[in-house]
């Protein structure tokens, strides 16, 4: 079984060049599952909803907890 990784991408954007890259590396890396978790429906971080977490929030965590390793792509800005 091929361990999960984790895609976290910096730019929402749907054709990034970010992404493009994190899926050019999942497409070199035999071996492994690459599985992209989604940033743009994420609410902003709010430690008094720690309580009862957003539903987005809830899922992000579940989504990270589940994989063997992360892969995060960050866009660099001229």
């Known amino acids: ?3 999960t990784i984790a895609v976290l991408v910096g730019s ?3 054709d ?3 992404r493009k890259v994190a899926r050019a590396i999942a ?3 035999p071996g492994l599952a690459f599985r992209e978790v989604a940033l743009g429906d994420l609410p902003l971080y709010n430690q ?3 309580a009862t977490p957003p539903a987005a929030w809830v899922k992000f965590r579940d989504e990270l907890r589940a994989a063997d390793g992360y892969l995060f792509a960050t ?4």
């Open 12 to 14: 929402l954007r749907k």
């Open 16 to 18: 990034s060049f970010t």
């Open 48 to 50: 008094d909803d720690e």
């Open 1 to 3: 079984m091929p361990r």
């Open 75 to 78: 866009p660099e800005y001229n």
């Open 27 to 29: 497409e070199l890396t």
